[in-house]
């Protein structure tokens, strides 16, 4: 069943959010000397992990709510599903702003492979993020399910695009596709009960 939410207004809300969270976390930064000498590149980096554990954050949410039994994950899947990709915005902008510039975007985007990894990543948030508001829902019916299985596909290049920027210690990425693993696996083993027991079912009569 469609969870209940409040509508096209929670999308601004989500922005909004993430946008004073990022600023606070940037601005305390800056002032405290956090972000050292080169606060570009670790806000960008930031911006960019936090979008990617967002993500698994909302992966999580549907076992979760399986599990305990409340619905009320599912509001809380769709804000953090907005949140990724609020800051998976942020992050981009970080990239343009601090990193290679806004001249020749089309250059800049295809420069180099894990950059092409994180568009295409990025290129399957914005359709999800569009119709996340209960109208889009409705109006999607049975193909706003489909539409939303881009996740696996977002989520699972954006680690391809963590993994490929690493410049050493790879351990921080295998932890986070172990993590993507299991949650991917938990959903999969989800997915296939209902099958296993139509199928014991089949068995026992
Ligand atoms: C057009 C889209 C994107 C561009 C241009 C981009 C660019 C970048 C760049 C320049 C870095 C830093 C690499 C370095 O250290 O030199 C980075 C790191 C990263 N990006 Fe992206 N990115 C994009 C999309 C995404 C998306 C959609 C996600 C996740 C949802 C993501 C997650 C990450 C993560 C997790 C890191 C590593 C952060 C760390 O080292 O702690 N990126 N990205």
Known sequence: ???????????????????????????WGYVSGAVGPDPGQIITEALGLAAFQLLLATLAMTPLRRWTGWGGWLRVRRMLGLFAFFYAVLHVLAFLQFILGWS??????????????????????????????????????????????????????????????????LGEMVMYGLLLAILLGVRAIGQAGPVWSLLKRADIG
Request: net charge positive; glycine share 10%; with cysteine.
């Open 104 to 169: 020749d975007l089309w250059a800049t985007f295809t420069k180099r492979p894990y950059i092409i990894a994180g568009a295409v990543a990025f290129l399957c948030l914005v359709p999800l993020a569009v119709t996340s508001p209960v109208s889009a829902m409705r109006r999607l019916g049975p193909y706003w399910k489909r539409l939303h299985k881009l996740i696996y596909l977002a989520v699972g290049v954006a680690w391809v695009h963590f993994l490929w920027q690493a410049r050493s210690d």
């Open 1 to 27: 069943m469609a969870p209940k939410c409040g509508g096209a207004a929670r999308v601004p809300l989500a922005g909004g959010g993430a946008g004073i969270f990022a600023s606070y976390v940037v601005g």
